[in-house]
């Protein structure tokens, strides 16, 4: 993940567990078997998010994208296209501040402040689950557990906020798949090409060796 600036962060492990206030923190996919569930952090982005849903459309895989307030501000016509395209939303803050030491009360105001840009985008569409910006949990999965989300972690991250290039992007989903994973990947936060290009190298080759694009559990 991204800091604010645009540079680079460690991420925390997403792993399933527990936030401090007791509630879960999912990270697999709907369905058992070869399935993986791929999700997106930091957009909308106005180059990459676009391209992103063009390739998602092309082989019929779902997503969820876990949206940055601002960026829902600045480009709510993207978040009209990812809707209109099926995928689901979810919240990533306002600011993609860590929250990981955050009071709930603050918490909560700003997951609340971040639904409400993304419903002016996209009015009454669902908004299941919340993701917290660089796995820094805290008291937050309780705090959207409250506000009616979900929070969704992940099992597998391949560090595409610090591009290492397409070929090697792929080769760190090939050999980091794991039935039943949730993939941690991201459309915003900068230049993101090299994740829209290896996702397109990705998932028709997984596809053909009998794998499927799932939606996250539900909880």
Known sequence: MTTAAGGAAADASGGTGLGSGGARVLDRTRHEGRRLALTFDDGPNPVDTPRLLAVLREHRVPAVFFLWGDHVRAHPEIVRAIVADGHTLGNHSMQHDDMSDWPAERIRADLAAT?????????????PYFRAPYGGWGRSPQVAAELGMRSLGWQLAVTDWEPPGTPELVRRLAEGARPGAVVLLHDGGGDRSQTVAAVERFVPDFAARGWSFDEPERG
């Open 115 to 127: 639904n409400e840009v993304i419903r002016a985008a996209v009015p009454d569409v669902p908004i």
